[in-house]
């Protein structure tokens, strides 16, 4: 402020100066022109400091609003790709079932309901508003979903195929809709705000030669001004469009300028007849490094990484920091699927490579999706949601990397053909049980029977169960299989019973049954509709089985066990537990493995 009041003072000294000495009209007339000469340097004195002041203001302004909206678009994109990735992992659960996929669909909803969260959380009320729709949509997804697989279980294709068209693929499209439709208002924001700084330099240039016609001698005072005002908005207009579309911790480009640049890499690569790669990089022990040294420590280790890859890559491509620790490698012209596995491969040798941050070395590994233009899809939604899928899979089985497969989960013709012939078998009730009767050495009496079920096949005649239930268990036909079991053991146990000759009669459970969370209330309503004590069931399940899932076969086998339902472990000794793991359990029986009496005198 000292530096403009010295400069309208040098001027009032300077008009004075000019001042003619002689009296009358024409010394009048030079007196008014001097005095507006100085009225009007005071005027372009003025307007200069109107700019100077609202300028940067509204530039700030701008660029703050340019960088919200930025961000909140970017969260809003994350909850598009969130959205994606558990659709598919849905429908391919939908399609075949697998605990597996089960787990992977769990973790993409809970990685929907974090991306909400945090577009809630950066967002104003309007986009809280917005998340508010959504977490409604998706409740409702999510019931639908439930039911779905429920049906899926069931192998009940008919009921899948109704429940996706009527209740889930429009509660998704409902859902992709409102948070595309945010994320495109917010981009079209932050656009706008780099508009209106265009649109201010424009004016500030037409506003610097009227501040020179008006008052030139103050020009040459206020040129270093303008200038110096020029070059900041010339570099606050160049900072917010590298912000809004650069990563703020590593600089290296975000999902949108990603987004941009596989759109144009796509269309060179058309005109040009080349192959585009995408490459996504998720760092599979990053949390460890959270948990352990700190985010401080996370975040250098992030820094780091842009750098290790561009070493490792051609200068024509692009790393790009998608969020979190994930990271993209855009390909142009990469060749084929080979060169893509070359590039993916020594990426991930070098991310093995210890990373120092403070003198700690910190080690990280990498999983990595892989797909190509072409051959996975021709637009950037449908590659960037495969390569999620892809990158999924590689981690979520340990390969490290892995080439985008819609059949990577599928079965030869002779299978499917078997799978088929299964599902059918479920529904015309092609199967029938066989007792084998469990006899006390004490007394010689049978004391229970345990339920075997067979297949009775219409062309190869009667098939055991070593033949279809691996199959029933790796497709979610294990469901309804299960279910046909346990209905008619209990409809021949309250036979039994209602003859006076009461015998428990025990099912064997399989590691997806336990899996389902739904089964206590399943069999409770199968107990109470053929009014069968629930002492005369056991439910039988191997050691293996409970060890998959620990935790969850436990709640499971719990609630069974408060139904009245006595626990067996079948098989025991076969595997690596010991009795020790299973004394929180409601175990009431444990049946040896036959290799430890199969010789016996």
Not at 454 to 464: A, D, I, K, N, S
């Amino acid at each position: 402020m000292s530096r403009l009041l010295a400069s309208v003072d040098g001027v009032g000294d300077v008009a004075h100066t000019t001042r003619p000495s002689k009296k009358g009209s024409s010394g009048w007339l030079h007196a008014r022109r001097s005095q507006w000469a100085v009225e009007g340097a005071v005027l372009v004195l003025l307007v200069v400091s109107v700019v100077v002041v609202w300028s940067p203001q509204t530039t700030a302004e701008a660029a703050g609003t340019a960088a919200e909206s930025s961000m909140i678009s970017h969260d809003f994109a994350r909850v598009v790709s969130a959205v994606a990735v558990e659709n598919s992992l849905q429908r391919k659960y939908s399609l075949e079932p697998s605990p597996d996929v089960r787990v992977q669909y769990s973790a993409a909803t809970v990685d929907v309901e974090a991306a909400l969260s945090k577009a809630r959380a950066d967002g104003g009320q309007e986009e809280a508003a917005v998340v508010e729709q959504v977490l409604d949509l998706h409740q409702a997804y999510l019931a639908s979903v439930g039911r779905m697989f429920a049906a899926a279980d069931r192998g009940d294709t008919a009921q899948v195929r109704r429940i996706d068209a009527a209740e889930v693929y429009p509660s998704f499209d409902a859902i992709q809709q409102l948070v595309a439709g945010e994320a495109a208002v917010e981009e079209a924001r932050a656009l706008a705000s780099i508009d209106d700084l265009q649109r201010l330099e424009g004016l500030h240039r037409k506003l610097a030669p009227g501040v020179f016609l008006l008052g030139f001698v103050l020009v040459a005072l206020f040129v270093g001004v303008v200038r110096r005002e020029q070059r900041l908005l010339d570099s606050e207009r160049g900072r917010v469009l590298f912000e809004s579309l650069h990563d703020a911790l590593t600089g290296l480009p975000n999902r949108a300028l990603l987004a941009r640049l596989l759109d144009r890499a796509l269309e060179d690569g058309l005109q040009a007849g080349s192959t585009t790669g995408l490459l996504l990089i998720d760092l599979d022990r990053f949390r460890e490094v959270n948990d352990t040294f700190g985010h401080r420590y996370g975040d250098e280790l992030l820094a780091q990484i842009g750098p290790c890859l561009r070493a490792h890559v051609r200068d024509g491509d692009t790393i790009a920091r998608l969020g979190g620790d994930e990271f993209a490698v855009l390909l142009p012209d990469v060749g084929d699927r080979a060169a893509a596995v070359d590039v993916a491969e020594v990426l991930r040798h070098a991310l093995e490579v210890p990373f120092e941050v403070e003198g700690v070395g910190l080690d990280v590994e990498a999983s990595i999706g892989i797909v190509l233009s072409g051959e996975h899809g021709d637009d950037t939604g449908t590659l960037l949601q495969r390569v999620d899928i892809a990158m999924y899979v590689a981690k979520g089985q340990n390969l490290g990397i892995f080439v985008y497969d819609p059949d990577a989960d599928g079965y030869s013709p002779g299978k499917l053909a078997l799978l088929g012939e299964l599902r059918r078998a479920i529904e015309k009730d092609e199967f029938l049980l066989h007792f084998q009767p469990q006899v006390s050495i004490g007394t010689g009496e049978v004391t229970g029977a345990e339920a075997l079920v067979r297949w009775q096949h219409p062309t190869r005649g009667l098939v055991f169960p070593d033949d279809f239930v691996p199959l029933a268990e790796r497709t979610g036909l294990i469901g309804p299989l299960t279910g046909f079991v346990l209905n008619a053991a209990v409809i021949q146990a309250k036979v039994w019973s209602d003859a006076g000759r009461p015998l428990q009669v025990a099912v064997n459970l399989s590691v997806r049954n336990l899996a389902d969370e739904d089964l206590p209330r399943q069999v409770a309503a199968l107990l109470e509709a053929h009014q069968l004590p629930a002492s005369l069931l056991k439910l039988e399940v191997t050691e293996s089985a409970i060890m998959f899932d620990p935790a969850g076969a436990a709640r499971v086998l719990r609630r069974l066990a408060d139904l009245g339902i006595d626990i067996s472990i079948d098989d025991f000794g076969a595997g690596y537990t010991s009795l020790g793991q299973f004394k929180s359990l409601p175990v009431t029986e444990f049946k040896i493995d036959k290799s430890f009496v199969m010789n016996m005198n």
